[in-house]
């Protein structure tokens, strides 16, 4: 069993491969030089904490061992023979596999704008990319963030926390346009406001020129900040050109059934770079989350071994920003019909039902007890297919427990 | 320092419902006190072993508590970690009722 991407999906899927009883090798390949580690923290606790962490790693090199995990580090697979079943490495190893799965995750997408050379600016993806703007973002320091998505929003809490002086650039009209309804975005874009985060909405980078060491970002507004680190959060690219290349069929990632099967049955995918068809949504989908990557790391082991079994997982997600917590779980749609439960302090929740009545979708923010809990109730009743009374689901008085059975 | 146990009340009986868990702070120190599915009460550290995030705010299955930001669960009644990506044990502490009050040994 070989595992190609050594991110949370890779990692999750060779210790379940051994968890299920596999006896044979089990081979993890990862391009960085270090062990596999947790991403959520690289735009939360790494820049905000007092003293400079390592990386969270998501096993130990003793546990490695005690699972006769054979760990490649600091490789790149650049090739896959389909055939022969070998993959080819970068150094020009040549490995052979009789199941492979492709966690090759995603990549930051660049800007395209004309960037000056000497200009500081830079994307999160990795533990060096979050050392390199950690060290950046000191009590003074003037950030400019490129994008008002999770992680350009993530990265100027932590940024205004640790006294920088922070101004976020939104292309679009508001904040969090792609995953989150309007009345939470603006929760959050109020939180970002007292906080002391600038926001200019509606304008984008024109081009990057260095100064002096600085970076002038001149905007399409007409504006230009002057900035001693832009930070780009754009969103991701899966990473599928290892698939396409080996004639794997592609489809927004690479696609997948659902059993999370490519279209060689010998190899499967899990995580970032894969689209997936949903039972529960009647579409292919495409997840860029730290839970669903585990979760389909250990459906993608499982399948790999024979189990047959669909992947049905509901999608959840999670973003922190300040000392409250963002969580969604499940897909809505336009026409879907939104339910407003109103925590007061504690938050704000807003519930999506389809024309049948079958809740599909939640989203809060808020303290973490008090979303997490009634998200996690409303993942339940969603995974069962259920259709809650309106009534009781917009009055906080109702324990949401109740609405289960 | 010194070992000295002591039984402190936590909470009345009925602050928690069964499958429902309550957070108790005593000192510096934070707990999540469980009333199980067949009402018996049991008391563990508060903080999930993973991160610290507070068990309290999880929601409590059978005889399992769930962490609410990263999903490790915990069995309440030993403390035992049950599914990553928990997978340090916490301390569990005796607990009684008496006077209709929940008392947990510290």
Redesign the interface.
């Given at each position: 069993m070989m595992i190609v991407g050594a991110g949370i999906a890779g990692s999750?899927a060779a210790?379940s491969l051994r968890a299920e009883g596999w006896r044979g090798r089990i081979v993890l390949i990862g391009r960085e030089t270090r062990l596999p580690y947790e991403r959520p923290p690289l735009s939360k606790a790494h820049l905000t904490e007092e003293v400079e962490p390592g990386p969270k790693t998501l096993v130990t090199s003793e546990r490695l061992e005690e699972l006769d995990i054979e760990y490649l580090q600091g490789r790149e697979v650049v090739a896959i023979d389909r055939a022969a079943h070998t993959v080819k490495l970068a150094d020009g190893a040549r490995l052979a596999y009789e199941r492979l799965l492709l966690t090759t995750g995603a990549r930051a997408r660049p800007v395209s704008n004309l960037i000056g050379q000497g200009a500081r600016i830079r994307t999160l993806r990795t533990y060096d990319d979050a050392l390199f703007i950690r060290r950046a973002i000191n009590p003074g320091a003037e950030v400019v963030v490129v994008g008002g998505g999770f992680i350009g929003l993530e990265v100027a809490a932590s940024a205004v926390s640790r006294g920088a002086s922070v101004t976020v650039i939104e292309a679009g009209p508001r904040l969090l346009a792609r995953a989150v309804p309007a009345p939470l975005a603006e929760l959050i874009k109020a939180k970002h406001e007292r906080s002391g985060v600038r926001l200019e909405l509606g304008t984008t980078i024109e081009r990057v020129d260095a100064i002096e060491g600085r970076s002038k970002v001149i905007l399409t507004s007409g504006r230009a900040h002057l900035a001693d680190l832009v930070i780009v959060g754009i969103g991701a690219v899966p990473n599928v050109e290892l698939a396409r290349l080996a004639g794997l069929a592609i489809d927004n990632g690479i696609a997948l059934d659902e059993l999370l099967a490519t279209s060689d049955p010998d190899i499967f995918g899990a995580g970032d770079c894969c689209s997936f068809p949903h039972r529960l949504y009647n579409e292919r989908i495409r997840l860029e989350a730290w839970?669903s990557a585990?979760q389909q790391g250990a459906a993608a082991a499982s399948n790999m071994l024979g189990a047959h079994s669909p992947y049905e997982k509901i999608p959840w997600f999670?973003s922190d920003q300040y000392d409250q917590?963002l969580q969604v779980v499940g897909l809505h749609r336009e026409q879907d019909d939104p339910v407003i439960r109103d925590l007061g302090p504690n938050g704000l929740l807003i519930f999506y039902l389809a024309k049948d009545g079958r809740i599909v979708a939640a989203c809060g923010f808020g303290s973490?007890?008090?979303i997490?809990?009634e998200i996690?109730?409303a993942e339940m009743m969603i995974g069962r297919g259920l259709s809650p009374n309106v009534e009781a689901l917009s009055n906080p008085a109702v324990n949401i427990?109740s609405l289960l059975s | 320092m010194t070992i000295t146990e002591e039984w402190v009340a936590a909470c009345p009986v009925d602050a928690i419902e069964r499958e429902e868990a309550l957070r108790f702070d005593y000192g510096a120190r934070t707990f999540v006190i469980v009333r199980s599915p067949e009402g018996t009460f049991h008391a563990m550290d508060g903080n999930c072993s993973h991160e610290k995030v507070h068990l309290a705010g999880g929601i409590v299955d059978g005889h399992i508590i769930e962490c609410p930001k990263h999903f490790g669960t915990f069995d309440y009644r030993t403390g035992e970690a049950c599914a990553l990506p928990v997978c340090i044990d916490l301390r569990s502490y005796d607990v009684k009722v008496e006077n209709n009050l929940v008392f947990i040994k510290l």
């Open positions: 999750v210790e839970r585990q999670w917590t973490l007890p008090a997490a809990r996690r109730f427990k | -």
